[in-house]
Nanobody
Framework: QVQLVESGGGLVQAGGSLRLSCTAS????????MFWYCQAPGKERDVVAS???????NYADSVKGRFTISRDNTKKTVYLQMNSLEPEDTAVYYC???????????????WGQGTQVTVSS
């Protein structure tokens, strides 16, 4: 059974930094695209950043130049380095990873449990 475990959230002052991690474990043949999403209270879950198998990255306009997504395939881990944090970044952050299990033809998306990021002004 595949599991994603997130870590790294917390409380930080505006202008500060946090680094989120999300590690996959279980029966994994291959890992495809990896994503970070955020969901603020009363709002929809939105994609923050993505990284492909070959390292191509994309970012939401609101985080460009402040956040960096990266991955370590040997550790089956995706990271989100968050710099110059703003109160508007306060949300629960979720990782989502496309995983192909042994015997499967297709990738399936798995979600982490979410980690709270709170930025105080």
């Amino acid at each position: 059974q595949v599991q994603l475990v997130e870590s790294g959230g917390g409380l930080v002052q505006a202008g500060g930094s946090l680094r989120l991690s999300c590690t996959a474990s279980g029966s994994i043949l291959s890992i495809g695209n990896m994503f970070w999403y955020c969901q603020a209270p009363g709002k929809e879950r939105d994609v923050v950043a993505s990284i492909s198998q070959i390292g191509t990255t994309n970012y939401a306009d609101s985080v460009k130049g402040r956040f960096t997504i990266s991955r370590d395939n040997t550790k089956k881990t995706v990271y989100l380095q968050m710099n110059s944090l703003e109160p508007e970044d306060t949300a629960v952050y979720y990782c989502a990873v496309e995983i192909k299990e042994p015997g499967s033809k297709w990738f399936r998306s798995y979600w982490g449990q979410g980690t709270q990021v709170t930025v105080s002004s």
